[in-house]
């Protein structure tokens, strides 16, 4: 008889391992409140991106004459046009996960999932119909929501959540956003290109903190170069809508910034509160999280959790990659995450490509590090497509020369990065990296010439170096 196997959520956790563990000939399950794809694909990576691409498409408009193109009449966007396309690239993913699941023989059914013991899942319904389910092996993958503030007026259209600005119901003429992370500073740039005055608010020094310096550094000057105005070092008091529908936000700085509209970007809430883990002796931790090993198992055998409920990286990929471990080692497998040379995009103008650890980072673990840099404006192909700013950054281990880290901000820079990840993963030096051919004229031999910076070999660099560190 077939492992019978029930995963709770339908994400880019819970997807990926029902189709693995149906590859490897599972009786798969799976219960998901909502829809297939998860936050990532109906809320979150694929919507967002699409309208990116759709702003990205307008200002190359915008930019037009630069390569000798000329346009007549005013270059405008449709905005209902904008969303209906991004709506039809998210429903032709859903057809797609659905029509894996039915060639797979996966069973999905509607319904908030929970567990009544280690092994029962209870999927509950809209209309509080219940179905229990009994199972040889669980994996859960709820997933998680934006971070709310308690005493914020959210009302999903002047006070958002990045679940609400992704609909693009309405460009607000001025847009503040309260986090400077990966989300607020996506969606500084997508209201912007719309013609939103947008206002960045940032408790901490800088914006993309969890970034390089380096990358980080770029991307302010950009929004600067893009009049979005960014304020760090301060925290939101009070929001308050005033007279006219307008939002008046006292900052702990003194400031204050009025909007027609706040995006509420400061992280993420895990979903677990609802699961009753108790009833299968698990317990979450102090930010609602499922402790689990390198093989994705928690501490009750037979149950895994995978994705951001377990509190790790919380990037989609990296959930769809636990799906596997957690799918395989639930049938006899033995596999283990690392996440070591796990890469990460953000979609920025320019974007941010990175792996591995951050200059900061290896100092602060003690590591003499020997770094690498070489800017965009020196290739010929990012001249021949207009995208000059950016900067490609090797980090290498000085004693070593191990490759540490590897970090692009600039054009294509999201999938540039993975040849870093190659490197890391399979312990490269800088100077393997540097002596790889790269292809002319492409981006991609910015990688190699910040590999040969590491040794002040660049050659497409002054010859009047600076010291090396």
Known sequence: MPTRLTIIGAGPGGYVAAIRAAQMGAQVTVVEENEVGGTCLNRGCIPTKTLIASTEALEHARNAAE??????????????KIRERKDRVVELQIKGIRALFKSRGITLISGKGSLLSE?????VQTDGATQDIRSDRIIIATGSRPARVAGFPFDGETVMTSDDAVQLKSVPKHLLIIGAGVIGCEFAFIYRSLGSAVTLVELLPRALSTEDEDMSGIIERELKKAKIALITSASVVTIVKTAGGVMTTSLSSGQEVKADAVLVSIGRSLNTEHLRLEDAGLAAGSRGEITVNEKMETSIPGIYAVGDVTGKMMLAHVASHQGIVAAENALGGDEHMN????????????EIGSVGLREHQAREQGIAVSVGRFPYRALGKAH??????????VIADAATDRVLGVHICGARASDLVHEGALAIRLGATARQLGDMVHAHPTFAEGIGEAAEDVFGRAIHVPGERRERR
């Not at 390569?67 to 209902?80: H, K, M, Q, S």
């Not at 092994?119 to 999927?123: A, E």
């Not at 996440?339 to 320019?350: D, E, H, K, L, N």
Request: charged content about 20%; proline content about 5%.
């Open 384 to 393: 021949a497509a207009g995208e000059i700013t950016g900067l490609f950054k």
């Open 67 to 80: 390569f000798g193109i000329e346009l007549t009449g005013e270059v405008r966007y449709n905005l209902n």
């Open 119 to 123: 092994d029962v899942v209870r999927s």
């Open 339 to 350: 996440y070591a040379s796990v890469p990460a995009g953000i979609f920025t103008r320019p």
